[in-house]
């Protein structure tokens, strides 16, 4: 079955940076993108941006530019997520999310949530 | 930027029906995706192009789409039902992605 799972939780002091990873299996990694979103705790969700897993091509959200950054590595069908500078309110948990290629599907398949602590 | 306005929340009986709205403007127009989150948990895909159905999700819930506002309706409410739902649009002007301000079900 179509499974996303993330990384484990995340401690971090501001200022580091943390790479969080999205491994898909029971499915072709390739012939679906993949989306990031935040929450923020006690709060909705957030659409961080996505990556095309065929060609690359991150797209980056307002608000998410400079110190998030998509990446991908096919040959273990996994995601990444890395943000870098991290600041206290990057606090929250991130999720990844499948998507069809034809983006009138919706996102089908989530992973289980990465939670990013930044505190000093 | 595109903005979709959900209700805060919602309360419901069991066996009633709950309808849930999310405001945007034109959004007829727009393909609209429904999200059902439980507490501590990941969102779930409920519905998707405005009333499509994913393998798994019970045929109480559907979905209506016109003018400036859409719908999801969840007939015969159980208590497992009781979850966070947030609505979904692609918002071609910026092109991103926009979720909803979410509303909190609440089974009585």
């Known amino acids: 079955q179509v499974q996303l799972v993330q990384s484990g939780a995340e401690l971090k002091k501001p200022g580091a940076s943390v790479k969080v990873s999205c491994k898909a299996s029971?499915?072709?990694?390739?012939?679906?993108?993949l989306n990031w979103v935040r929450q923020a705790p006690g709060q909705g969700l957030e659409w961080m941006g996505w990556i095309n897993t065929n060609i690359g091509n991150p797209k980056y959200a307002q608000g998410f530019t400079g110190r998030f950054v998509f990446s991908f590595d096919t040959s273990v069908s996994t995601a990444y997520l890395h943000i870098n500078s991290l600041k206290p309110e990057d606090t929250a948990v991130y999720y990844c999310?499948?998507?069809?290629?034809?983006?009138?599907?919706?996102?089908?398949?989530w992973g289980q949530g990465t939670l990013v602590t930044v505190s000093s | 930027s595109y903005l979709l306005t959900q209700p805060p929340s919602v309360s419901v009986a069991p066996g009633q029906t709950a309808r849930i709205t999310c405001g945007g403007y034109n959004i007829g127009s727009r393909s609209v995706h429904w999200y059902q989150q439980k507490p501590g948990q990941a969102p779930v895909l409920v519905l998707y192009d405005g009333g499509g159905r994913p393998s798994g999700i019970p045929e109480r819930f559907s979905g209506s789409n016109s003018g400036n506002s859409a719908t999801l309706t969840i007939n015969r409410v159980e208590a497992g039902d009781e979850a966070d739902y947030y609505c979904q649009v692609w918002d071609f002007s910026s092109d991103h992605y926009v979720f909803g301000t979410g509303t909190k079900v609440t089974v009585l």
């Open positions: 999310a499948r998507e069809s290629t034809t983006g009138t599907l919706g996102f089908d398949s």
């Open positions: 029971g499915y072709t990694f390739t012939s679906y993108g």
